[in-house]
């Protein structure tokens, strides 16, 4: 399947991780719905149906996050110097010529913007997707436009 989502080994764990707490979770519902869901009990229709919506979405996440595993390839690049930015990479950049900011390129399963992890797919992680130390790139932001030049890239 050429269709790979680019995880990295954090990402994939993260993953692996919810899956397994939604799996707790889809046990205890389904334990829920049995006990709630007597016939001789009255008045517990309304809880029974809440609790099964809840299944349901459940059910979605874990069928999603499913897919998403099947499909993904873990990143190996293992800490060496690439020459173009690429998932997985630090990307240190000078910022319209003053500070510097390093940005982890991750799937946007992955993006935290509290961690500098930011998506492929985002308007900066799409700009720098490909390119080369010492590239500038100008990406339009809420303050207007903003000249990234790549000084280091680490994957």
């Known amino acids: 399947m050429n ?7 954090e990402g ?3 993953l ?6 939604l799996k707790l979770k889809q046990d205890h519902l389904v334990t829920k719905i049995e006990d709630v869901a007597q016939p001789d009990e009255s008045g517990e229709d309304g809880l029974a149906t809440q ?16 897919e ?8 190996t690049n293992d800490n060496k110097t690439l020459d173009t930015v690429q998932v997985g990479c630090k990307v240190k ?3 319209s010529g003053k500070s510097e900011k390093v940005f982890n390129i991750v799937n946007q399963l992955e993006t935290d913007p509290t961690q500098n992890k930011i998506s492929d797919q985002s308007p900066l992680g799409k700009a720098l997707m490909g390119k080369k130390v010492n590239d500038e790139i100008e990406v339009q932001a809420p303050v207007g436009k903003i000249t990234y030049k790549i000084v280091s890239i680490f994957c």
């Open 12 to 14: 994939y764990r993260k």
């Open 68 to 75: 998403v595993i099947e499909v993904s390839q873990i990143i």
């Open 93 to 95: 950049v000078k910022i």
């Open 51 to 66: 609790l099964k919506e809840e299944l349901e979405l459940v059910n979605e996440k874990i069928d999603n996050i499913e």
């Open 16 to 21: 692996v991780d919810e899956l397994h707490e």
């Open 3 to 9: 269709n790979k989502t680019l995880l990295t080994k």
